[in-house]
């Protein structure tokens, strides 16, 4: 074990102590454990294991291997307890294995596993649709098509954008990210390293400046006036490369995901609202990553004042079952019969975590919860840059926030040595850490999140 390892167990021995809570269970500990050095033992075996049988194109961030998660705790194998700030990249929701979400899960497995929603009537899968409607950011009635994942959903709402506006062409964002299936990255623009091989992509897709411009080249211009990035839609985009009649879709994400945590000015999604009303272009909003009260709404485009014409769910929106929904308005959904399908999409399994995600998400008044304990995560934070220099930025809303360091190797260590003192945090963007810790986690624990944290920050500064 490294010195610095045996500094991150002192310090967690410490704050174990400090920690009334700490014996009641994995759900209640306030503050990590660790008992082997890390990687242990168990976690090599298992390391050495997937390093043989396993794609090496799964990116991986750090030797974690975990065993068991409650709330907003995890156990690896060899019994080490970690904080997550991550909730599996913004996935356990309500938390690792709630109850009433286990419970929900348990009991459909007792009556049903499976029946294609697609070609059968699954009672399930449109009684999610109908929550689905009740909570969906648009007026008027809306209609979900179920997904296993995010990027099915993106998938699917290209098709439909296409079908309903008898449109080709699709503009998407730099510094975005929509997944990795093949239209999915035809629109991801957050790494090269994504779309770096599988060329040509879809044809049709194409990409514009997000938000402040801090992407243009050259920067924001001085003294701009309203947003340029929109203007650099609407006077180069439309002007030279496609006609706006021509494009059937904007799909945007409401705060960026991988690309940063980056949340737009105020108006700048409205503005952009305004222009696809304009020329008649579909507003699709990915919310795979904000969306299911991670920014202490329901939807991040509830912030904003704005309805989309396709809202994209996935991640949270099962507590970890997968699972995704595209949810459009009525009036959009006009496919027919046979257009589009999934023989797996809408499982029961995953149609009953959803539905008692919602009911938590509900009745513990989570959306509150994230609100509360997010200001409070971040004004710890904005108080630490005052104390670490190496903190540049802290962003975000609600438990969607980001955190720039001085450059991409300096993240990746502040993520690190966090690890090797028990917490999860994630690196996202050029330069920067991402925290999207389960909506229920509690003040203590992002008292001892940012404790933990500053010791990272100040290891990697040292």
Known sequence: MTAGGLGAQAASAERRERSPRATEGLGAAEAPRLITELPGPKAREVLERDGRTTSPSLPRAYPFVPARGAGSVLEDVDGNRFLDLNAGIAVTSTGHCHPLVVEAVQRQAGELLHYSASDFYLPIYS???ERLDEVAPMAGPTR??????????????IKLARWSTGRQYVIAFYGSFHGRSYGSVSLTASKATYRAGFGPLLPGALHAYYGDGRDLPGGVPEAAEGFPTIDHIEHFVMQRIVAPDEVAAVVVEPVLGEGGYIVPPDG???????????????????????????????WAVEHMGVEPDILIAGKGIASGMPLGAMIAKDAVMTWTKGTHGSTFGGNPLSCAAAIATLDVIRDEELLEQAAKIGDSLKNGLQDLQTRREAIRD??????????????????????RAAFDRGLLVLGCGERAIRMSPPLVITEEQARTGLEVFEEAVAEVST
């Open 127 to 129: 009684e999610l649709a």
């Open 144 to 157: 979900a098509f179920l997904t296993n994942s995010g990027t099915e959903a993106v998938e699917a709402s």
């Open 268 to 298: 700048w999604l409205a503005a952009l609202r305004e222009l696809c009303d304009r020329h008649g272009i579909l507003l699709v909003c990915d919310e795979v990553q904000s969306g299911m009260g991670r920014t202490g709404k329901m």
């Open 394 to 415: 802290v962003r975000g809303v609600g438990l969607m926030i980001g955190i720039d360091l001085p450059d991409h190797d300096a993240a990746a260590a502040v993520e």
